[in-house]
């Protein structure tokens, strides 16, 4: 009986093994990595005069080999977002740096093009302003205050596939949620001149490359 036992043993020990060794390989198998630029912005604001900031997205997708017309896709990223100023008394930039996580569908329309679409969560962990006004060399401090640290939207987008495990993508990223918090109680003079008086929502067109280790 214990010999019994014992080679049971001895074959549970291998299938651990082998189990361990190949489920990293078949998970390897449907991770990607992804890297480009964000043109980001902010929505509805003529009063600060914003114009588009330039920052750097990347992060690490899953995405399952699909096996016919639909697929899923989730992502991890460090999303650099944010706006340009210009006001009556001065003009800068604002610099926010988010982790997001898009969930999303994808339609497989040939083996060669992509389309995503999905709904994503947001999280600022950074924020900076600078102004740029000649001799100034003014920068605000404590600018995490303002701004509400989770956010929520839609992200979509096609995808290219030219060959092996080379993508070339474009996505549209909608926030949904208010940049600022309500700012309507602050005392006079507190709230920096480049926070406008209504509550906007990130705006952001992403492009990007990348390497997807499927087989």
Same mark, same amino acid.
């Given at each position: 009986?214990?010999?019994?036992?014992?080679?049971?043993?001895?074959?549970?020990?291998? &299938?651990?093994?082998?189990?361990?060794?190949?489920?990293?390989?078949?998970?390897?198998?449907?991770?990607?990595?992804?890297?480009?630029? @964000?043109?980001?912005?902010?929505?509805?604001?003529?009063?600060?005069?914003?114009?588009? @900031?330039?920052?750097?997205?990347?992060?690490? *997708?899953?995405? %399952?080999? %699909? /096996?016919? &017309?639909?697929?899923?896709?989730? +992502?991890?990223?460090?999303?650099?977002?944010?706006?340009?100023? #210009?006001?009556?008394?001065?003009?800068?930039?604002? @610099?926010?740096?988010?982790?997001?996580? %898009?969930?999303?569908?994808? =339609?497989?329309?040939?083996?060669?093009?992509? =389309?995503?679409?999905?709904?994503?969560?947001?999280?600022?962990?950074?924020?900076?302003?600078? #102004?740029?006004?000649?001799?100034?060399?003014?920068?605000?401090?404590?600018?995490?205050?303002?701004?509400?640290?989770?956010?929520?939207?839609?992200?979509?987008?096609?995808?290219?596939?030219?060959? /092996?495990? &080379?993508? =070339?993508?474009?996505?549209? @990223?909608?926030?949904?949620?208010?940049?600022?918090?309500? &700012? +309507?109680?602050? %005392?006079?003079?507190?709230?920096?001149? *480049?926070?406008?008086?209504?509550?906007?929502?990130?705006?952001?067109?992403?492009?990007?490359?990348?390497?997807?280790?499927?087989?």
């Amino acid at each position: 009986m214990f010999r019994v036992d014992k080679v049971n043993l001895k074959k549970m020990k291998k &299938l651990l093994i082998i189990a361990l060794v190949l489920f990293p390989a078949g998970l390897w198998a449907q991770i990607g990595l992804k890297g480009g630029l @964000n043109f980001a912005n902010i929505t509805n604001v003529s009063s600060i005069n914003n114009s588009t @900031n330039t920052g750097f997205a990347g992060g690490l *997708f899953i995405a %399952p080999k %699909p /096996k016919g &017309l639909f697929g899923f896709q989730s +992502e991890i990223e460090f999303s650099q977002q944010g706006y340009n100023f #210009d006001t009556n008394t001065n003009t800068g930039n604002v @610099n926010l740096d988010y982790i997001i996580l %898009p969930q999303l569908s994808t =339609i497989n329309i040939t083996r060669f093009v992509q =389309i995503q679409i999905g709904p994503q969560m947001a999280f600022l962990i950074n924020a900076k302003a600078s #102004d740029n006004n000649a001799g100034s060399g003014n920068s605000y401090s404590n600018m995490l205050s303002y701004y509400n640290r989770f956010d929520y939207g839609l992200a979509g987008g096609v995808e290219i596939h030219p060959f /092996k495990g &080379l993508l =070339i993508g474009g996505r549209y @990223n909608l926030s949904l949620g208010n940049m600022y918090k309500n &700012l +309507e109680n602050a %005392p006079p003079g507190t709230v920096p001149s *480049f926070i406008p008086s209504v509550n906007v929502k990130n705006n952001v067109l992403n492009l990007y490359m990348g390497w997807h280790f499927v087989k």
